[in-house]
Antibody, heavy 125, light 106 residues
C-alpha cells in the first residue's frame, strides 16, 4: 500500500524552529518529486515547498522562503521540512504529498496524487 | 503568482443532481489543472489532473473540462459520498489552489 506518514508537529513559540518528517512506503520513493502543502485551521490549501527526486530542483512559496528548508533522504525513504523563525501565520496542518509523475529534472508541471494524513503545527506563545 | 477563483463558494444539492463547479485562472495555464476532493479532517484526494484526465479509482461520474483560463468540474449524479469541499489547483507554475467549493446536502 502506498503510504505517507508525517510526524514532528507540535506547539511551538514564535521565533522557534521545528522539523517535520514524512516517511514514505509502498512505492519507489527516489523516483518521485515530493512536496509539502499546508492548511491553516478552517482555511484553504497552500503549497509550501517541493523537491525533485535527486534534490537537484526545489522551490518555496514566498511566504516561507528564507525560513523553511526542504530536504530528502532517499536511502531512508524520507522527506523533511526544517522550519525556522516560525510565526503565528505558519499555524496549520502540514501535509506531505507525492508527485503524480516520475523522475524528471524539474518539479514543475506535475500535481500530487498521494497525500499523508497531516501533522499539526501550532505557533503560539 | 497565478490566482485561482472558484465559483460558487458553496452550493446545496440533492442526491442525483448534476453539479458543476467553475475555476478561473488569472492567466492562461494551458491544461495544467487538477481537482481535489477534501472531507473534514482528511487529506485532499486527487480526482482529475491535466484538466480532464480521471485519476485511477475515481468514479466516472466525475469529469473535468476546459483549458486556458476557464475550467469546470462536473459531478453527473451526486452521491452521498460526494458531499465535501472541492478545490482546483493550477500547476503551470508554482502551485496555487482555488478557495474551495463546499457541496452541502439540500
Amino acid at each position: 500500500e502506498v503510504q505517507l506518514v508525517e510526524s514532528g508537529g507540535d506547539l511551538v513559540q514564535p521565533g522557534r524552529s521545528l522539523r517535520l518528517s514524512c516517511a514514505a512506503s509502498g512505492f519507489n520513493f527516489d523516483d518521485y518529486a515530493m512536496h509539502w502543502v499546508r492548511q491553516a485551521p478552517g482555511k484553504g490549501l497552500e503549497w509550501v515547498s517541493g523537491i525533485n527526486w535527486n534534490s537537484g530542483s526545489y522551490g518555496y512559496a514566498d511566504s516561507v522562503k528564507g525560513r523553511f528548508t526542504i530536504s530528502r533522504d532517499n536511502a531512508k525513504n524520507s522527506l523533511y521540512l526544517q522550519m525556522n523563525s516560525l510565526i503565528a501565520e505558519d499555524t496549520a496542518v502540514y501535509y506531505c504529498a507525492k508527485a503524480l509523475g516520475g523522475a524528471v529534472a524539474t518539479i514543475l508541471y506535475d500535481t500530487f496524487n498521494i497525500w499523508g494524513q497531516g501533522t499539526m503545527v501550532t505557533v503560539s506563545s | 503568482d497565478i490566482q485561482m477563483t472558484q465559483s460558487p463558494s458553496a452550493l446545496s444539492a440533492s442526491v442525483g443532481d448534476r453539479v458543476t463547479i467553475t475555476c478561473r485562472a488569472s492567466q492562461t495555464i494551458s491544461s495544467w489543472l487538477a481537482w481535489y476532493q477534501q472531507k473534514p479532517g482528511k487529506a485532499p484526494k486527487l480526482l482529475i489532473y491535466k484538466a480532464s484526465s480521471l485519476e485511477s479509482g475515481v468514479p466516472s461520474r466525475f469529469s473535468g473540462s476546459g483549458s486556458g483560463t476557464e475550467f469546470t468540474l462536473t459531478i453527473s449524479s451526486l452521491q452521498p459520498d460526494d458531499f465535501a469541499t472541492y478545490y482546483c489547483q493550477q500547476y503551470s507554475g508554482f502551485w496555487t489552489f482555488g478557495q474551495g467549493t463546499k457541496v452541502e446536502i439540500k
